[in-house]
């Protein structure tokens, strides 16, 4: 990384007592044109940061660009999607997949179900599908952190870098919310199951550990906390007749959304101390 001499003069000089510097690891590049920046930031407790960005004589415009887009690569980089990752590639298979096994063997085509044959069968499917969508947030996870370590490496972001993180933890999520949205689609047919067994008590008590599976996945606090997880999403309504690439976009926005939230024109006027932006000329 080439921070020069003049920089470094201009980046001193903009420093403030009790504060400490810190110079971004990497470059920014947009348009072929290459951007750094300096965080400044207290010893005290109560902490606050504040920017300058080079060139020194960028316009409000690339201040205000830059300002947004390495607030939030900061977030990306903090790898937010460790914990989607986790939750993606847990062992369902004492569980749900052991369910979908259940379900192949001993009702699928079982004579004791004939009224059940299609609805058991969009209960495998529906299986299907949230293992699938699950699997696909392991591989956005890995090709999210490839493009981590490539920036890290290489000390430098491009405008492509960036919109790849955001692609990838849109798509990520978009996952997360389809695999939630498949387990909602189930629960009318599992009810329907659930009756069905309990209707027919020899069934159920020759079947119980298939009976005992529908009956835990039917829990009305696990219906609950998937409710609440899909509220927290957005509106169910409108992203379950949304496109794929859609929901992705809409997980971008409302993800930067919250981030920047509390940075509104008056913080960063306030914040970046790039002539441009505080509204004096330099030289």
């Given at each position: 990384?080439?921070?020069?001499?003049?920089?470094?003069?201009?980046?001193?000089?903009?420093?403030?007592?009790?504060?400490?510097?810190k110079?971004?690891?990497?470059?920014f590049?947009?348009?072929n044109?290459?951007?750094?920046?300096?965080?400044y930031?207290?010893?005290?407790?109560?902490?606050?940061?504040?920017y300058?960005?080079?060139?020194?004589?960028v316009?409000?415009e690339e201040a205000?660009?830059?300002?947004y887009?390495?607030?939030?690569?900061d977030?990306?980089l903090?790898?937010?999607l460790?914990?989607?990752?986790?939750y993606?590639?847990?062992d369902y298979g004492p569980?749900?997949y052991?369910?979908?096994?259940?379900?192949?063997?001993?009702?699928?085509?079982?004579?004791?179900?004939?009224?059940?044959?299609?609805?058991?069968?969009?209960?495998?499917q529906g299986i299907?599908?949230?293992?699938?969508?699950?699997?696909?947030?392991?591989?956005?996870?890995?090709n999210?952190?490839?493009?981590?370590?490539?920036?890290?490496?290489?000390?430098?972001c491009?405008?492509?870098d960036?919109?790849?993180?955001?692609v990838?933890?849109?798509e990520?999520m978009?996952y997360?919310?389809?695999?939630?949205?498949e387990?909602?689609e189930m629960?009318?047919d599992?009810?329907?199951?659930?009756?069905?067994?309990?209707?027919?008590?020899?069934?159920?008590?020759n079947?119980?550990?298939m009976y005992?599976?529908t009956?835990?996945?039917?829990?009305?606090?696990?219906?609950?906390?998937?409710?609440k997880?899909?509220k927290?999403?957005?509106?169910?309504?409108?992203?379950?007749?949304?496109?794929?690439e859609?929901?992705?976009e809409?997980?971008?926005q409302?993800?930067?959304?919250?981030v920047?939230?509390a940075?509104?024109?008056?913080?960063?006027?306030?914040?970046v101390r790039?002539?441009?932006?505080q509204g004096?000329?330099?030289?």
């Amino acid at each position: 990384m080439n921070f020069n001499a003049e920089n470094a003069q201009l980046a001193e000089k903009h420093k403030r007592f009790f504060e400490r510097m810190k110079i971004t690891p990497f470059e920014f590049v947009k348009e072929n044109k290459v951007y750094q920046r300096v965080k400044y930031f207290t010893f005290f407790p109560k902490r606050y940061s504040h920017y300058l960005f080079f060139p020194y004589d960028v316009s409000y415009e690339e201040a205000q660009d830059l300002f947004y887009q390495l607030i939030l690569l900061d977030w990306y980089l903090t790898d937010p999607l460790d914990e989607v990752n986790k939750y993606a590639s847990r062992d369902y298979g004492p569980s749900i997949y052991r369910y979908r096994k259940i379900l192949q063997d001993e009702a699928l085509g079982a004579p004791n179900f004939k009224t059940q044959q299609e609805r058991t069968r969009r209960m495998i499917q529906g299986i299907d599908t949230i293992e699938e969508n699950l699997e696909k947030i392991e591989i956005a996870y890995e090709n999210y952190k490839e493009s981590l370590k490539h920036i890290i490496r290489d000390k430098k972001c491009t405008a492509e870098d960036f919109r790849y993180l955001e692609v990838t933890y849109g798509e990520a999520m978009a996952y997360l919310f389809l695999q939630a949205k498949e387990q909602k689609e189930m629960v009318d047919d599992l009810k329907t199951f659930q009756r069905f067994m309990e209707e027919n008590k020899e069934l159920k008590r020759n079947r119980n550990d298939m009976y005992q599976i529908t009956r835990i996945m039917t829990n009305s606090n696990d219906l609950y906390n998937l409710d609440k997880s899909l509220k927290s999403y957005g509106d169910y309504n409108v992203m379950r007749e949304q496109t794929f690439e859609e929901i992705v976009e809409h997980f971008i926005q409302s993800n930067e959304k919250n981030v920047t939230s509390a940075l509104d024109e008056k913080y960063m006027r306030k914040n970046v101390r790039n002539p441009s932006v505080q509204g004096v000329k330099h030289g």
